[in-house]
């Protein structure tokens, strides 16, 4: 993240307020035909994605620290981290701790965003270039340095660790039931949408699952190797014992 600018300053606020326990889920976003993602239609699209996200919920049967089986309903509001994310609202997901996303200019709200006619206009009144460089993805300018078009950017979600509920640390283990049923039923279920669903755009994301998700599926293959391995060799010396003869 290039040195004092808007980003460099979020990422130090993030840092300071909210530690390691904390979970990250990031979603970087370009316009589905490769070219400038700062269009109306690709905006839009991407904020009914965050709606989306937003607004979401994940019900999750869980075992509390105490014993006791539990089943609740979670939204992002219900799980974020507290910050300031947006330009002129207070409230609602705008108290949620969203980092590095252009969406905040329109307070994440899909009717302001439609009612604009000057995008760029608004980018370029908001934030200098370096600010822009720090938020968008091969970004480009023209000779006085407005910003004219970029490759991508990006919606982060902080969301608060909950493992303690689910006795993980009495376990031992990083378990946290909460936040990965969200992630997995809401966040990654919705940005796996987007072929079908926000034609407009193309995305990459990780959760703060993805981790464990690919890590698990690794061993679990690597597993079904040993076992075929094993089955080889069995049979290898099988079928090559069988053909010694015994000594006087």
């Not at 981290?81 to 329109?106: A, E, M, Y």
């Not at 902080?158 to 990965?180: H, K, L, Q």
């Amino acid at each position: 993240v290039p040195q004092g600018t808007l980003a460099s300053t979020e990422e130090s606020m993030y840092n300071e307020h909210y530690k390691s326990s904390s979970r990250f889920n990031n979603v970087i976003i370009q316009a589905s035909d490769g070219g400038n993602v700062l269009t109306k239609d690709a905006l839009t699209d991407a904020m009914k994605m965050h709606k989306e996200i937003e607004t979401g919920s994940a019900t999750v049967n869980m075992t509390t620290a105490g014993g006791e089986e539990t089943t609740g309903d979670y939204t992002l509001l219900d799980l974020c981290s507290v910050g300031s994310s947006c330009t002129t609202k207070f409230d609602g997901v705008c108290s949620c701790l969203i980092v590095d996303s252009v969406l905040k200019l329109w307070d994440f709200d899909v009717d302001s965003l439609s009612a604009e006619t000057d995008i760029l206009g608004v980018l370029n009144a908001r934030y200098n270039k370096e600010d822009l460089e720090g938020v968008l993805g091969n970004p480009v300018f023209d000779d006085d340095g407005n910003i004219v078009s970029a490759q991508a950017f990006s919606i982060g979600y902080v969301i608060d660790d909950r493992s303690a509920e689910a006795g993980s640390d009495e376990a031992g283990t990083e378990a946290d039931p909460i936040n990965e049923g969200w992630e997995l039923d809401v966040f990654i279920k919705t940005v796996e949408s987007v072929p079908t669903d926000f034609t407009n755009i193309s995305v990459d994301y990780l959760a703060g699952r993805s981790f464990s998700d690919e890590f698990g599926g690794a061993i679990t293959g690597d597993l079904v190797l040993v076992q075929i391995s094993y089955a080889v060799i069995f049979i290898f010396l099988g079928a090559n014992m069988g053909k010694i003869i015994p000594g006087p």
